[in-house]
């Protein structure tokens, strides 16, 4: 039976990985944006999608989809993106960038009352 010690110090350990688990998720999204795309002023970071040929990552904001969309085409312009696509609306926004053969699609939604949700696809 492992000593009261040594349980406290296994719980605190464990405590402290857990903490630093969202850094590391923090981390993890910039690495993917790298020098490709910015993160919008306010944007919480949610969930990264990793697929074969795309990495995805989620966040969400209180602002309105046609903001996000003047951001990322604003941001990645500047960056020697290309807009093939800027779809806009009040509920939804669509935004088609290319550089050097690759894409990169930025979509956002309104979601719950004041907060819209968007994705950065590259």
Known sequence: MPSPLA???CILLLLALA???PAL????FRAVLADN?????GAEFKKIF????ATVVTFETGEP???VSAFYKKDMAGRGWTVEVDD???QASFLLLTKNGRRCIVEAQRGLPGR???SVSL
Do not use: H, S
Request: glycine share 8%; aromatic share 8%; hydrophobic share 40%.
């Open 50 to 53: 990793r697929f074969p040929k």
């Open 19 to 21: 903490a630093t688990r």
């Open 7 to 9: 349980a406290r110090l």
């Open 25 to 28: 998720a923090q981390e993890d």
């Open 37 to 41: 795309a910015g993160l919008m002023p």
């Open 88 to 90: 806009v609306n009040d």
């Open 116 to 118: 819209t949700g968007f």
């Open 65 to 67: 989809p046609a903001k």
